[in-house]
C-alpha cells in the first residue's frame, strides 16, 4: 500500500517539530553576568547570577569548564588586550552530542561560578603585565525543562 504523499509529509512535519526544543530565554533584567580580573591569579572570576524565580541553565559547551577554560572553541569570548583580540584556546573547535553536551542549572536567586585563566588566550604573564586587558564573554541562558 502506498502512502498519500500528504500523509507523509505531515508525518516528517511532526517528527522534525518533536525534535525542534526551542529554548526560552530570560530577559536581560532576569540575570546577571559579573566579570571581576583577578591578576594576582592570572584569572578572570565570572558569576552569574539568577534574579528571577525560575530555574536558569547554561549550556555545557558555553561555560567555561572547571579547569578554567573551553571545551569547544567559542566565537563570541574574546580577550582585548591592548590594540589585540586574543580568541581563547580549546581542546575542541566544535563538538556534537546527541542531545545535548550536559548544561549547568541554576536554582532561582542563586549564582553560577567560574573562572577563565589568562592562559586560556595566550601568555598569562605578558597578560598579567598588560594595564588595559578586557573580557568579552556572552552568557546565554535559558530557562530549565
Known sequence: ?????????????????SCATPFQRPPAEK??????????????????TSLDTRAMCVSGESWPNDIGGFDVSQESAYLQV?????????????VYCPGGCGEHRIAPKATLRRTINYATFGD??????????????????????
Open 1 to 17: 500500500m502506498a502512502w498519500p504523499r500528504g500523509r507523509i509529509l505531515l508525518g516528517l512535519a511532526a517528527l522534525l517539530a
Open 124 to 145: 598569562a604573564g605578558t597578560i598579567a603585565a598588560s594595564p588595559s586587558k578586557v573580557l568579552h564573554f556572552v552568557a546565554t541562558p535559558y530557562y530549565c525543562r
Open 82 to 94: 591592548d590594540a589585540q583580540a586574543l580568541a581563547p584556546s580549546s581542546s575542541f573547535s566544535s
Open 31 to 48: 540575570f546577571r553576568l559579573d566579570i571581576v580580573d583577578n591578576a594576582d591569579a592570572r584569572r578572570f572570576e565570572i558569576t552569574l
